[in-house]
């Protein structure tokens, strides 16, 4: 196992995310216990010492099952990570209650890690107000040592990233984002790391397989990700992109099966970054999966002017492809949720306005439409 340095810790490099583990019956609800013990097992003895959990995650039900299948380990041997469930405005005023109570579910003494979970457009405002106290509740129980490092994750721009970190940004120790060879540009995850590195904070990534999208790609793309490595499989060639990238401390897989794991860990068994050559070429890839389904708009904002609604018709159309592209997903409907009724996709007149001096000539008014219908 690969491992990275974080202060005075050594980190396994592969982190094991439970947010998928296997279920029964498919029921998210429903953990299979049995065949999740076995891979928590298997992971610890390959050298896995970092896992991750959450509030929210199958339905509240990671935190109890993962806090049953670590506590039968020395303390010592590895590093928890669960977050406050910020995604979910209705807990703001609940930080202490929701704390307590997580430390109970696991049952720890204290979080290794902690995290904000999900700084976003729909709950940066309340992370900021100062009646909900999260941060100086949280910044106390580290004090105490019951959360050992404090952290955050974001699926936000990364305005609303800025916005978080010139608050909090010197008391932050690392930050979770999405980060893979696909968003590198598509979700900007480029231009957050180079934030991240301004704060001088690491990276832990999350969705590195774009939740198992990843793997599954056409069979031209297939094709081209296997020239450059044939001896390597396209999950693994995915995290020899992330291996180099020297801002990620931690990688963390959602792994659901057995079979998964064990071909995760015989990746980090060794650091084999891409080359230069390997790297613009894996873009490459995307760029072309993304032009073959997303709407070319490349926010020369001529539409804006023109919409009598005053519609931001480039920001609309970003979380349209983002959520055509993943077939569904929360990021577009969360997105919007922060964005005033007036202004959403509904708001749109369908008067072409905007279409008449789009120099993409993209059918916007027709985009709007079907986003509307995608979100019903």
Known sequence: MVYKEFQDLKLSALGMGAMRLPVLDGDDAKIDEEKA????????????NYYDTAW????????????????????EDYYLASKFPGYDLSNMDKVEEIFERQLEKCGVEYFDFYLFHNVCEMNIDAYLDEKYHIFTYLMEQ????????????AHGS????????????????????????LDWTFQDAKAKVELLSEYHIPVWVMEPLRGGKLCS??????HKLKALRPNETIP????????????????????SDFTQLKENIQTFETEQPLN????????????????????????????VSHCPKGLDIPSLLELYNEHSFSEGGFLAPMALMAVPEEKRPSACVGCRSCEAVCPQQIKISEAMADFCKRMR
């Not at 580290?142 to 955050?152: E, M, Q």
């Not at 790609?217 to 297939?222: D, F, G």
């Open 37 to 48: 013990t076995e891979m928590v097992a298997y992971a610890m003895e390959q050298g896995i």
């Open 56 to 75: 929210g995650y199958h339905n509240g039900n990671s935190e109890l099952v993962m806090g049953r299948l670590l506590g039968i380990y020395p303390r």
């Open 142 to 153: 580290k004090r105490n040592g019951r959360i050992r490092h404090l952290g955050f994750s």
């Open 158 to 181: 990364c305005e609303v990233m800025r916005r978080f970190l010139e608050a909090y940004g010197e008391h932050m120790e690392f930050c979770q984002i999405q980060l893979n060879w």
């Open 217 to 222: 790609l056409s069979e031209e793309a297939e």
């Open 236 to 255: 693994s060639i995915a995290f020899r992109f992330l291996q180099a990238l020297g801002e990620v401390t931690m990688v963390l897989s959602g792994m």
């Open 276 to 303: 230069q050559a390997e790297f613009d070429a894996v873009l490459q890839v995307a760029e072309e999966m993304l032009n073959k389904k997303i709407l070319p708009c490349t926010a020369c904002r001529y539409c």
